[in-house]
C-alpha cells in the first residue's frame, strides 16, 4: 500500500479558491489512480475527482464539474486538487486515496489507501 498525506485545507470565503495536496510515499506512485473524496457532517464520504495514472484522464462528480481540477506530477508523487468558486456546501473533510485499477472509481470502498483527511470550510 502507499502512504497518503493531505495538506492545503483551510477557511476561505465563497468564491475564494483553494489548493489540496496529496504526497505519496514509495516508488510505484504512477501505477495508482489518484482520488479525492469528501465527507461532510453526519453525510457520508462521497467522490470528487479521480486522474488515472499518467494523468491522461479524469473525471469529476458533477457538483464539482467545472470548478475543481484534480492534476498529478508522478515525478514528486503528488495529486492536487483545485477548488474554484468554492460554496459553503463544499465544506467537508477532504481525503485522497489511491488504488491499482480504475473501475467503480467512485466507490469509497474500492480504495485500499487513504490519507487522514484536510479541513476546507467555506463561510458565506
Known amino acids: 500500500q502507499v502512504q497518503l498525506v493531505e495538506s492545503g485545507g483551510g477557511l476561505v470565503q465563497a468564491g475564494g479558491s483553494l489548493r489540496l495536496s496529496c504526497a505519496a510515499s514509495g516508488r510505484t506512485f504512477s501505477s495508482y489512480v489518484m482520488a479525492w473524496f469528501r465527507q461532510a457532517p453526519g453525510k457520508e464520504r462521497e467522490f470528487v475527482a479521480v486522474i488515472t495514472w499518467s494523468g491522461d484522464n479524469s473525471y469529476y462528480a458533477d457538483s464539482v464539474k467545472g470548478r475543481f481540477t484534480i492534476s498529478r506530477d508522478n515525478a514528486i508523487n503528488t495529486v492536487y486538487l483545485q477548488m474554484n468558486s468554492l460554496k459553503p456546501e463544499d465544506t467537508a473533510v477532504y481525503y485522497c486515496?489511491?488504488?491499482?485499477?480504475?473501475?467503480?472509481?467512485?466507490?469509497?470502498?474500492?480504495?485500499?489507501?487513504w490519507g487522514q483527511g484536510t479541513q476546507v470550510t467555506v463561510s458565506s
Open positions: 486515496a489511491a488504488k491499482t485499477y480504475l473501475s467503480n472509481y467512485f466507490s469509497p470502498g474500492e480504495y485500499r489507501s
